[in-house]
């Protein structure tokens, strides 16, 4: 699958103050990309208009060569995009495995056996049985951030955004959610984006995209 966007344009007031402008990038399956750039340069905002969180104030999106309307972006986050936050945003009072049995009872998805969906889900981010059952708010960081992960995977969409996900944890747990990023990539075959100021999570990245001076320059 390819998710592409055509001189995409976004500015919050003034058209003269423009985030960015005109910008045109395909974004594969298979592959994992970081987008870089200074505190305030846009990221967050590029990253809302790919989740179908916001509308640009000009251009296109297409997956594969279908248009996504952005009058009716609902069923493009039910069907194609699952997003990953740098608080984690659960439900912190419910254990791991209810947090991911509410991502699928407000989603369209439906499986034979819901179960073991979710429990393959967490087991394919490595939360371990006797974490699954706990409320959230007793699990690390890290540990909470994998609940998040198997949240977005368990509806199986194909691309996997992310805002700063590793921004509240240490080191070698950051290399950690890293690499379980870059599997959801290479061995699930999705769409992995990540914003980041993280130089670990770029370098681990098939492609690195700088958001400078207004616009998006490729580096790998
Ligand atoms: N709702 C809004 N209304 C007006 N301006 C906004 C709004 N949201 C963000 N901005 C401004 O737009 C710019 C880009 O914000 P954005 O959050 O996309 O940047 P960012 O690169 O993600 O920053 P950071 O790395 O600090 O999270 C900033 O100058 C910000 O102040």
Do not use: C
């Not at 959610?177 to 100021?197: M, P, R, S, Y």
Request: aromatic share 10%; no cysteine; hydrophobic share 35%.
């Amino acid at each position: 699958m390819t998710l592409k966007v055509e001189n995409l344009t976004y500015y919050y007031t003034n058209p003269e103050d423009y985030l960015f402008k005109d910008v045109s990038e395909s974004f594969e399956n298979g592959t994992m990309y970081a987008i870089l750039g200074q505190s305030g340069s846009g990221k967050t905002t590029f990253l809302s208009l790919l989740a179908g969180l916001d509308t640009p104030k000009n251009g296109n999106m297409f997956i594969d060569d279908k248009q996504v309307k952005w009058s009716n972006l609902t069923n493009y986050r039910k069907k194609t995009v699952s997003t990953v936050f740098q608080a984690y945003n659960l439900l912190t009072y419910m254990s791991a495995y209810e947090n991911v049995k509410t991502a699928i009872k407000i989603s369209t998805v439906k499986f034979d056996n819901e179960k073991k969906a979710i429990i393959d889900a967490l087991q394919e981010v490595g939360l371990t049985e006797d974490l699954i059952y706990k409320p959230v708010s007793k699990l690390s960081g890290g540990q909470q951030q994998r609940v998040a992960i198997a949240r977005a995977l368990v509806l199986n969409h194909e691309v996997i955004i992310a805002d700063e996900p590793t921004g509240n944890l240490d080191e070698e747990t950051t290399n950690q959610i890293v690499e379980l990023f870059k599997e959801i990539a290479h061995k699930d075959n999705k769409i992995v984006i990540i914003v980041t100021h993280e130089s670990e999570v770029a370098q681990a990245s098939d492609v690195v995209y700088t958001l400078r001076h207004r616009k998006f320059e490729r580096s790998a």
